[in-house]
């Protein structure tokens, strides 16, 4: 299955709750900071949510 890194662009602030929430699941902190998560369903859903505050690079 494929992962994805997902690494924060921008700031939360002036975001939602729900955006900010999402950011924490993802395990993003810090603007600069990567993650690698599985390629699912769950993960594109959260993706969407803070699409404006983050890149996403499929990764092998």
Sequence with gaps: MA?????QVR????GTH???????TLGLRKINA???REDTQQ?????RTVAHLVTVEEVN
């Design 11 to 14: 700031s939360p602030i002036g």
């Design 18 to 24: 729900n955006q900010r929430a999402t950011l924490k």
């Design 43 to 47: 993960i594109r859903g959260m993706i």
């Design 3 to 7: 992962s994805l890194r997902i690494t």
């Design 34 to 36: 990567s993650t690698v």
